[in-house]
């Protein structure tokens, strides 16, 4: 009974860790795949989905990562303030390292040894609250706007290639709302 408690107790953070890694596999592939605007975009997402599957693993799997995770985000984060100077709509990807880089650096501060569910410290309930606020409205806004994207175009009776673009920005889409979702997930087992 010990064994199935712990595993359902872990269940929530492996499953935001099986999200996470998906949708940054599909990132990777977009961005091996893409053409060159594309790339650096699609890369980053990569990147940033791996690092929280790394930060979602359950307290215990990754002794090492309380101590790196932090300084990692916070790079992340700098790098983000980088992309602001080519537009405004890089504040996502400052919003998201600031938050991974709050959410790591609460548990380094709990004395976590990774993972959340119990791992470290919540943080301030303002700065969490509002986070999850943040992700509540993206993952919902997000959703919709895959919903209303509707089916992909079939590329059988629009002729060869003609939905594949289409389907491209479907799959950046699914993928930032599987991130916003593990992100959501994260702030709530904080």
């Known amino acids: 009974m010990s064994s199935w408690s712990s595993f359902a107790a872990a269940l929530p953070a492996w499953l935001t860790v099986l999200v996470c890694a998906v949708s940054g ?23 940033m989905a791996v690092g929280m599957a790394v930060m979602a693993l359950p307290p215990g799997t990754a002794p090492w990562g309380a101590r790196i995770l932090p300084v990692l985000c ?84 629009a002729g060869p290639g003609a939905g594949r673009g289409r389907e491209a920005g479907e799959v950046a889409r699914a993928c930032r709302l599987a991130m916003g979702t593990g992100m959501l997930a994260m702030l709530l087992l904080m």
Do not use: D
């Open 25 to 47: 596999g599909c990132c990777l592939h977009r961005a091996c795949t893409a053409g060159r605007p594309e790339r650096g975009p699609a890369a980053g997402e990569a990147v």
């Open 74 to 157: 916070c790079g992340a984060a700098l790098h983000a303030v980088w992309l602001l100077r080519r537009g405004l709509h890089h504040t996502h990807h400052l919003v998201g390292s600031l938050a991974m880089a709050y959410m790591a650096l609460a548990v380094y501060a709990g004395g976590g040894h990774g993972g959340h569910g119990g791992g470290g410290s919540a943080g301030p309930p303002l700065v969490t609250g509002a986070l999850l606020l943040y992700y509540a409205a993206y993952v919902l806004l997000g959703g919709a706007r895959l919903v209303a994207a509707g089916p992909a175009v079939s590329a059988a009776a």
